[in-house]
């Protein structure tokens, strides 16, 4: 018998009951809860007179709609009526069911995926599921975690259980070292240039390989983040020293004979020497330069010092076609270099990159520099009320606002536009968010894709740089 | 889920082909968090002669005295008999919704939009599709009659008019044996809540740490 890869494990781990008809029973350690996706389905447990079957199983924070300027008076200081309802339908929600809330007001408020694993909710070996597709980012820490619809939340709250069937196991392999001011962002990016959106549909995609293993958690947390991106609702790392010295001390975190327990058990949560993929691509890390999307999918992506493509030069009409349509939509021209493209706005933040090591490389950058003056403004978004604080004892926070750009309350802000930060139609943006789609960022609005570092780079001259030069 | 085993009830007959979700409940209610709530809005734009907003107090507002579920004598109808293509346009879940929350448990006609009526039996609506000459005399029935009953029969897959007249219809076993228990997919998993409290014991035993909870 081959060996089991670590997505083998994990479900093997969590199989409850395998039905007849090819799906399965999978419990579900724990469940993250936002304020878009959970209405509905409260409301079903209510209806149908349920109960959460595990309530301490689950965590909510608002984080979609919230606003990130000042926000002293609350949920009542939110001004779109319908995002208050919302946010105040999470705090109702989570109140008569007896759930943990990181309200508005907490200051470990955040996004979902980063104060899951920040709080030590976020463990090795668990089932992690959110009404979110990032839910992914949680595979960082060899957890299977992937993101699921409304109907399922309700079905998870009620029953700790998903139906599911099993997914296919894909190995990307990034072997080599990194250059300097090549990150994380960069690789995933160029693992979905490679693959494409598609690629990883069906798979559990497994990160490995020197690359992987020398990246902090945060780096890792990008890479998984972003797997969905490239088709695969799960991504995967295998547990090393730093996944455990990241989870130790954490407030949700087992302690004492618990900790000693768990961490020999996480030592086995790897896939086997001899296990058996059902895909493997292998990425040559050191050649990976700093990425930018050009286009209104992931997988339009180039090198930083390549040329817009040209679809006179596609080979197949639909591609061609394609890129044509891109080209249109994000009003650039063919063979244009993206050093050229003029950049109106950037963001800093998301469930990608907005962690405290994020911060601290785009502080890096713009430290002692001055944002360009033809930028419209320039946003950092911290990931949770955590993060800015770490950030405020670091003194990022001055870095930042010194050199112009602006330090604002965490969120997911202008990664959706759900909230007030949104791009003009006809705006490039320079983001490190993990969805250049047509509108994403607000109605018209043209969303480049890039690390942290390069996007504080591109802050500075108000056009994209390579990053390899300044650090 | 509510449970279906069988229903006598009043019908009130909505005596028009093509009537679509839109018209079931209009898009300005898509945007509550809820899922009930909906019995008000049910066929809005027919049933009232205002332009009906959310969150709004219904009971005020001016009703069209024309529309059929605003006549006294099809006050508290629990049957819906419909005409042909019932629930077609969008996938929303509302309209159900809206069906379920105004009274509704079955709906009668002679042929349904496909979403919807899949949409039907994963909220404990009955759809029951019925020859068109049968739908006819039914409608024929019900204008004659003030107080006009029928019962659906899940059980032995029936519908019985009060003459004691029996119309056969078909349902798949797996969602009659479903709406007969009151299960949706989350009852169903519950069928199985030994198996996954056997799971947890074993699973806390050799995992106890992913048990500590939030708290
Ligand atoms: S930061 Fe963006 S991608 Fe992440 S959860 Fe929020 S909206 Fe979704």
Redesign the pocket.
């Known amino acids: 018998m081959p060996g089991k890869t670590l997505y083998d494990k994990l479900w093997d781990a969590h199989l409850v009951k395998q039905r007849d008809d090819g799906s399965a029973l999978i419990y579900i350690d724990r469940q993250l809860l936002?304020e878009v996706t959970s209405p509905q389905a409260f409301e079903g447990l209510r209806l149908a007179g349920r109960k959460p079957w595990r309530v301490d199983a689950n965590l909510a924070t608002p984080?979609?709609n919230v606003p990130t300027t000042e926000r002293s008076s609350g949920v009542s200081g939110i001004e779109d009526p319908v995002s208050r309802i919302q946010v105040q339908t999470l705090d109702e929600n989570c109140d008569e069911f007896g759930i943990v809330e990181f309200k508005m007001l907490d200051k470990r408020q955040g996004?979902?995926?980063v104060i899951g694993p920040e709080q030590g909710a976020t463990l090795p070996g668990m089932t992690i599921v959110c009404g979110?597709?990032?839910t992914s980012t949680h595979g960082a820490f060899a957890a299977l975690a992937h993101g699921i619809g409304t109907s399922e939340v309700e079905h998870v709250l009620a029953t700790q259980c998903l139906v599911q069937k099993k997914m296919k196991n894909l190995l990307i392999k990034v072997n080599g070292t990194l250059q300097p001011g090549v990150y994380a962002k960069d690789i995933i990016l160029a693992v979905i240039g490679e693959i494409g959106t598609a690629g990883g549909t069906g798979y559990a995609m497994e990160f490995a390989g020197e690359a992987i293993e020398s990246l902090s958690m945060e780096g890792r947390m990008t890479i998984c983040?972003m797997a969905i991106e490239a088709g695969a609702r799960a991504g995967l790392v295998a547990v090393d020293d730093k996944t455990i010295e990241y989870v130790k001390g954490r407030p949700y975190a087992p302690e004492g004979e618990n900790w000693e327990r768990a961490v020999a058990a996480w030592q086995d949560l790897k896939s086997d020497d001899d296990a058996v993929f059902d895909k493997v691509v292998e990425i040559d890390g050191s050649s990976i330069a700093p990425q930018v999307t050009w286009g209104t999918s992931p997988e339009m992506v180039i090198s930083i010092d390549s040329n817009v493509p040209n679809p006179q030069n596609s080979t197949d009409a639909q591609g061609s076609e394609g890129i044509q349509r891109a080209l249109d939509y994000m009003g650039l021209s063919a063979d244009m270099s993206v050093k050229d493209i003029k950049l109106d706005r950037v963001f800093i933040?998301?469930?990608?990159n907005?962690r405290i090591e994020d911060l601290r490389e785009a502080a890096a950058i713009v430290k002692g520099r001055k944002v360009a003056a033809t930028l419209k403004q320039a946003l950092v978004v911290p990931?949770s009320g955590l993060v800015k604080e770490q950030a405020e004892r670091e003194g990022l926070d001055k870095v930042f606002i010194e050199a112009g750009l602006e330090w604002r309350e965490p969120?997911?802000?202008m990664?959706?536009a759900?909230n007030a930060d949104k791009l003009g139609q006809g705006e490039h943006c320079a983001s490190t968010?993990?969805?250049n789609f047509e509108g994403r960022q607000g109605f018209g609005g043209r969303t480049h894709l890039v690390s942290p570092a390069m996007a504080a780079a591109a802050a500075v001259f108000g056009h994209f740089v390579d990053v390899r030069d300044l650090v | 889920m509510k449970k279906f085993v069988t229903e006598t009830g009043v019908v009130a007959p909505m005596d028009r082909a093509n009537v679509d979700t839109d018209m079931i409940i209009p898009k300005q209610f898509l945007k509550s968090i809820k899922r009930s709530g909906f019995g008000p809005n049910l066929f809005d734009e027919l049933r009232y002669l205002d332009e009906g907003k959310p969150d709004q107090d219904c009971s005020n507002r001016p009703l069209n005295p024309d529309f059929v579920l605003n006549q006294p004598r099809y006050q508290g109808a629990s049957i819906l008999l419909a005409r042909r293509n019932f629930g077609c346009g969008s996938s929303r879940e509302h309209a159900p919704w809206a069906l379920d929350d105004y009274g509704f448990r079955a709906v009668i006609a002679p042929s349904f939009a496909d979403i919807f009526f899949n949409n039907c039996f994963k909220n404990g609506i009955l759809p029951i599709v019925l020859e068109e000459e049968v739908v006819d005399s039914l409608f024929a029935e019900t204008f004659a009659s003030e107080g006009y009953q029928l019962t659906v029969n899940l059980e032995r897959k029936v519908v019985v008019k009060p003459d004691g007249t029996e119309y056969a219809f078909d349902v798949d076993e797996f969602r009659q044996h479903c709406l007969l228990n009151g299960l949706d997919e989350i009852g169903v998993t519950l069928e199985d809540a030994e198996a996954i409290k056997e799971y947890e014991e074993k699973r806390r035993e050799a995992a106890p740490w992913l048990f500590l909870g939030v708290r």
Request: contains cysteine; proline residues 0%.
């Open positions: 936002h984080d979609h996004i979902v995926h979110d597709s990032h983040n933040g998301s469930c990608t907005s990931g969120g997911c802000s990664c959706l759900m968010s993990n969805r």
